[in-house]
């Protein structure tokens, strides 16, 4: 296989850890990127609590909230966010379904996993647009 | 030997559990959001001090927290190198997460003052 090995003088085993040709079924990615979106949810809990806190706290809170989701930081992160909340939600949904025996059979399976990923393109999609 | 420590089903069960209740109530405040948005910031104030409010969210809250601790804590047990150091890891996150439940039920309990 090459351009898939480690070259030196000693050593020409091949080293199966190249990302582009590792085949990873739909269904890993789908439940990697459930992992990844939860973790991003996780971090922005604390960013979450202290904007409902600036929030409630007075029309200034407020209006510095909103100048806040302004900047280009601040939509990118928006977008991301609604990407990993909509993945990890509707994975998350798509593990229920499959704990009371709802699409747990391989086809299925790979079909609701090709589901969930394109839906959260879709969302963050969608959050690309509306914040822009 | 009568097998001692934790075996996994009760965090099971909060995950699921917090999870239904989770989506239940995103749902729920996403539909109220659309149907009736609270265009003001004193409506958006009044709204989060109606007892009903106040009890569903401080419950969403708490759910989100138990989720984000089972969760986080097979990525810390799965990932974090060497082992002896998930424990210290592990209590780090948990007071974090004591600390934002304290953050909410202060925000919670001042917006009905």
């Known amino acids: 296989m090459p351009g898939n ?10 080293v199966f850890l190249n990302l582009a040709q ?20 996780a971090i922005g809990i604390p960013l979450g609590v202290y904007a409902l806190d600036l929030s409630l706290q007075g029309p200034q809170g407020f209006a510095r909230m909103a100048a806040a989701l302004e900047g280009l930081p601040s939509r990118a ?3 991301v966010m609604a990407w ?5 939600l509707l994975a998350g949904v798509r593990h229920l379904l499959m704990d009371i025996d709802v699409g747990s059979r391989l086809p299925e399976a790979r079909r609701s996993a090709w589901m969930v990923n394109a839906a959260g393109l879709a969302v963050a999609l969608l959050a690309a647009v509306t914040a822009w | 030997m009568v097998k001692r ?16 209740y989770m989506l239940a109530f995103l749902v729920a405040g996403l539909l109220w959001f659309l149907v009736d948005p609270p ?8 709204r989060m001090a109606g007892a009903g409010t106040g009890i569903a969210t401080a419950a969403f809250f708490a759910a989100l927290l138990a989720h984000a601790w089972v969760g986080l804590r097979d990525v810390v047990l799965d990932y ?24 909410v039920l202060r925000i919670l309990v001042t917006v009905r003052t």
Request: hydrophobic share 55%; glycine share 10%; net charge positive.
């Open chain 2, 39 to 46: 265009g003001s910031h004193p409506a958006w104030r009044a």
């Open chain 2, 5 to 20: 420590g934790p075996s996994g089903w009760l965090a099971w069960i909060v995950q699921r559990a917090s999870a239904l």
């Open chain 1, 77 to 79: 992160a928006v977008v």
């Open chain 2, 80 to 103: 974090v190198r060497p082992r002896s150091l998930c424990g210290p890891v592990l209590a780090g996150l948990g007071l974090g997460l004591v600390a934002v439940a304290a953050w």
């Open chain 1, 22 to 41: 590792i085949a990873l079924p739909v269904g890993a990615l789908a439940s990697i990127a459930h992992r990844v979106a939860g973790v991003l949810l």
């Open chain 1, 84 to 88: 990993a909340l909509a993945h990890h």
């Open chain 1, 5 to 14: 090995t480690v070259s030196s003088s000693r050593d020409r085993r091949p």
